[in-house]
């Protein structure tokens, strides 16, 4: 009866090949991540869901402090009068804000939108806080919710309401704005690559696809399994757009008044979504060990009462072993059947499941499954534990390999337009691109893919556009994206 | 001249005794924790601000983490429909709420409010959640910002947004709800004491101060240093009024279909006023290390640049082995005179300063001051680094027993209305009230102090309401409150 369960439960998925999108869903809702808020286009991050985020969380803050940034906390609220201050920046926001006219009770004199991002109300503040040089560089993070109208919201991927940080920086020279510019798409990389095991290209966004207010946005793209590219962070280059906007001015060795170079740069809920798509399976979820809540499950396996104590014993020597190891380690008890319980673990992507059974007791060595290829070993006892960690690590690299492997074998140089159709209905594509935003535009019209990053390499020798044959210094990456 | 800038900037801390308002205001801007955003209400948490909510939230999370709780995150948004659906707690809310009614360009067809507290918005989906028995206890929290508009906002204190965390919790039966109420009651206990180093009183609410649609509201109240009460933190009974209102329901263990009972419980940035009214003093800011971000700074003293060369040398050394003992500590080697180097982290209430001159290296022990005494003794080097460790300890305790002899020295217990009346002026008041709401209110109108807690002792003998003489077996804490 118990199998019957599992084998319903097991339906619950959708194969990927079956249907990528709705396997995405499956997925999400069988390791319990979140789910649709009665809210239209808000999400319900569930706990262990949260737990994964907690966990980036944790590793970004450590990563963005490390650089000499300090957190801070700006109002939700933004004046709508602040975001008509910086033309591109109202253009490309407005028709996503959400927007308080009422309060307390009473209509407000000048309604506030909810910020979709913070430039403006920090900056208004930025303009107060530095007066001179010695005022800068102003290294400025936080960790809040942000809101951003979506008409067709996906969880994590795109939702109404979303979970980041997002950084701000001021210095008095452009060199030094763009060197934190990219020393944070650096981190962002570190991030996805050693934490998620997600290898990333990173490069400038064309001009079309920048950030609304920026003189330059780099990005790093990430491949899905289905070919698809994923922007998993943004770092921009501001030039002095906004402090001649919002009047961010400082007082020079020299005496003179300068405006301030910034930069802003963010990370979101989003990652769980590529974490979810560039790893999991038909079974269900994925997680690298570096972001798992859960890194190890032991599922003690019994018939008898007098075998369960002896499994419940032995399985509680093994959790103190590896959580003095550091590990984050979970003995899964439950009066189930062994299969339920291996399946739950699955779903949820636990890197390492030890199965503890009378007999393995006896023969002196526990079964190790591991979740990314599905393997099992037997490992004696006595060296249960420091396996555990090295194979973890193991884990870590392949599932870093196995999706830059796959991004590889899905990407192409490519020629012409028809390769570049080609191309990108299962990967991406690398092409020469003449810079003219009609090109860019007409590709994504009849490909729908659309210009992910331009590699920062200029071309050894200048080249033909992919599309109208006229000259070309830079490559880009084509793809479809989410 | 640089003492002259010193005398300027001492003169921005106005006396506690001249202004206490203004003293508290004083003191945050000195210290450089927050400021008024352009955003009416709102407030900016600057980064030492923050870095002191950072260090609450992590002591905090850890101890709800270890009551089984975990974290979780719901919607900013709440449909106004929810709001109304508990009849006392749309009466409490609704006048508070910020009101979305534009989004995506459109007029929404039902406006949402922006969260003032997630009851509404988390039990609608806890009903979906919880089938079973077997599905309870359900204990979430979540960090979150929320919105209630104010219109005498006061930094930390009162704000139009702030940050807390909210934990929501399920139970199968009353006394399971009951007892998780009161634990988390001894949890924010635990943290305002062990933490804080502020001593707090705990008890019931009376009816009219409960928490809008609770059936009991547990809180803990601290004193200022102006005799005030204030409120820092709650922990509600909501028996089964949201079960009802949101269909909360379980099948228990005999088939039967029952309503959940809750408990949901809360504390905010407001922890950070209390804790800049309950130990600072006239020089500014005074924090317990145990929260202070920073818990020693080194200053090194010098002259001639070969004996900058010596003491940043032995500054070094010295940070080293205090980190290697945990402790959290800077050097402040900037090139001005130590003068203005002291003043500053004495506003920022740093612990412990030690003062590291070429004189004091020859010596063989530095100057250590500390901020809670304002003392000063010379510590031989090689002791210095255990010295620090037992002294921050010594620091901690004496900032608690400090505020609790000098809440003691302004507690009376009152036998008339007229003792009530002198005791409130500078303190709390502890009387006998009979239970009704109109002695209750009537002490309000006349006096400013309301009923801050019922004490959980139940009297000896019964005795006399301190307003009407009617029956009483119940003593409260009358304050004055902020």
């Given at each position: 009866?118990?199998?019957?369960?599992?084998?319903?439960?097991?339906?619950?998925?959708?194969?990927?090949?079956?249907?990528?999108?709705?396997?995405?869903?499956?997925?999400?809702?069988?390791?319990?991540?979140?789910?649709?808020?009665?809210?239209?286009?808000?999400?319900?991050?569930?706990?262990?869901?949260?737990?994964?985020?907690?966990?980036?969380?944790?590793?970004?803050?450590?990563?963005?402090?490390?650089?000499?940034?300090?957190?801070?906390?700006?109002?939700?609220?933004?004046?709508?009068?602040?975001?008509?201050?910086?033309?591109?920046?109202?253009?490309?926001?407005?028709?996503?804000?959400?927007?308080?006219?009422?309060?307390?009770?009473?209509?407000?004199?000048?309604?506030?939108?909810?910020?979709?991002?913070?430039?403006?109300?920090?900056?208004?503040?930025?303009?107060?806080?530095?007066?001179?040089?010695?005022?800068?560089?102003?290294?400025?993070?936080?960790?809040?919710?942000?809101?951003?109208?979506?008409?067709?919201?996906?969880?994590?991927?795109?939702?109404?309401?979303?979970?980041?940080?997002?950084?701000?920086?001021?210095?008095?020279?452009?060199?030094?704005?763009?060197?934190?510019?990219?020393?944070?798409?650096?981190?962002?990389?570190?991030?996805?690559?050693?934490?998620?095991?997600?290898?990333?290209?990173?490069?400038?966004?064309?001009?079309?696809?920048?950030?609304?207010?920026?003189?330059?946005?780099?990005?790093?793209?990430?491949?899905?399994?289905?070919?698809?590219?994923?922007?998993?962070?943004?770092?921009?280059?501001?030039?002095?757009?906004?402090?001649?906007?919002?009047?961010?001015?400082?007082v020079d060795e020299n005496g003179a008044e300068q405006y301030a170079w910034q930069t802003s740069w963010g990370v979101s809920t989003r990652l769980i979504g590529a974490l979810i798509m560039a790893h999991s399976d038909d079974k269900g979820l994925v997680l690298p060990p570096n972001i798992a809540p859960i890194q190890v499950v032991i599922v003690p396996v019994w018939v008898t009462?007098?075998?369960?104590?002896?499994?419940?014993?032995?399985?509680?020597?093994?959790?103190?072993?590896?959580?003095?190891?550091?590990?984050?380690?979970?003995?899964?008890?439950?009066?189930?059947?062994?299969?339920?319980?291996?399946?739950?673990?699955?779903?949820?992507?636990?890197?390492?499941?030890?199965?503890?059974?009378?007999?393995?007791?006896?023969?002196?060595?526990?079964?190790?499954?591991?979740?990314?290829?599905?393997?099992?070993?037997?490992?004696?006892?006595?060296?249960?534990?420091?396996?555990?960690?090295?194979?973890?690590?193991?884990?870590?690299?392949?599932?870093?390999?196995?999706?830059?492997?796959?991004?590889?074998?899905?990407?192409?140089?490519?020629?012409?337009?028809?390769?570049?159709?080609?191309?990108?209905?299962?990967?991406?594509?690398?092409?020469?691109?003449?810079?003219?935003?009609?090109?860019?535009?007409?590709?994504?019209?009849?490909?729908?893919?659309?210009?992910?990053?331009?590699?920062?390499?200029?071309?050894?020798?200048?080249?033909?556009?992919?599309?109208?044959?006229?000259?070309?210094?830079?490559?880009?990456?084509?793809?479809?994206?989410?």
């Open positions: 009866m118990d199998n019957q369960k599992v084998d319903k439960k097991e339906l619950g998925i959708t194969p990927r090949s079956a249907d990528y999108s709705k396997w995405y869903l499956d997925v999400i809702r069988e390791a319990d991540l979140a789910e649709h808020a009665p809210v239209k286009g808000c999400m319900i991050i569930k706990p262990y869901g949260y737990a994964i985020w907690e966990n980036i969380q944790s590793a970004m803050d450590k990563m963005i402090k490390e650089t000499g940034v300090s957190n801070a906390y700006f109002p939700l609220f933004i004046p709508q009068s602040y975001l008509t201050k910086e033309a591109e920046h109202v253009e490309g926001f407005a028709p996503e804000c959400a927007v308080v006219t009422h309060a307390g009770g009473k209509k407000l004199e000048e309604p506030f939108v909810v910020r979709p991002t913070s430039e403006t109300i920090m900056y208004e503040v930025f303009s107060r806080w530095i007066q001179s040089y010695r005022d800068l560089p102003l290294l400025i993070n936080q960790w809040a919710n942000v809101v951003r109208w979506e008409l067709r919201p996906r969880l994590f991927l795109r939702t109404t309401e979303f979970l980041w940080q997002e950084g701000h920086t001021a210095h008095a020279t452009e060199d030094e704005a763009e060197t934190r510019t990219k020393q944070m798409l650096g981190v962002y990389k570190k991030l996805a690559e050693d934490f998620l095991a997600i290898p990333v290209i990173d490069g400038v966004k064309s001009e079309s696809e920048k950030f609304a207010g920026a003189v330059r946005t780099y990005a790093i793209e990430a491949m899905m399994q289905d070919g698809k590219a994923l922007q998993a962070g943004t770092s921009h280059m501001l030039g002095q757009n906004f402090a001649k906007a919002f009047n961010v001015k400082f009462n007098e075998d369960k104590m002896k499994v419940l014993a032995e399985s509680e020597k093994m959790e103190k072993q590896l959580k003095d190891l550091g590990l984050s380690v979970k003995i899964d008890s439950r009066d189930l059947r062994p299969g339920p319980r291996f399946f739950e673990w699955e779903k949820k992507g636990v890197p390492i499941r030890i199965e503890i059974g009378p007999k393995d007791i006896e023969k002196g060595a526990y079964v190790f499954a591991r979740r990314d290829t599905g393997e099992k070993e037997n490992i004696s006892i006595d060296q249960a534990a420091n396996y555990t960690s090295s194979l973890l690590n193991i884990i870590q690299n392949n599932l870093f390999e196995r999706s830059l492997a796959f991004r590889n074998s899905h990407t192409r140089e490519v020629g012409s337009y028809d390769e570049l159709k080609e191309a990108i209905t299962g990967g991406f594509a690398i092409a020469h691109w003449c810079g003219d935003a009609k090109c860019e535009e007409k590709i994504k019209e009849e490909t729908k893919a659309t210009i992910r990053v331009l590699l920062p390499e200029k071309a050894l020798k200048p080249n033909k556009c992919v599309l109208c044959g006229g000259k070309s210094d830079q490559r880009a990456v084509f793809a479809k994206n989410y």
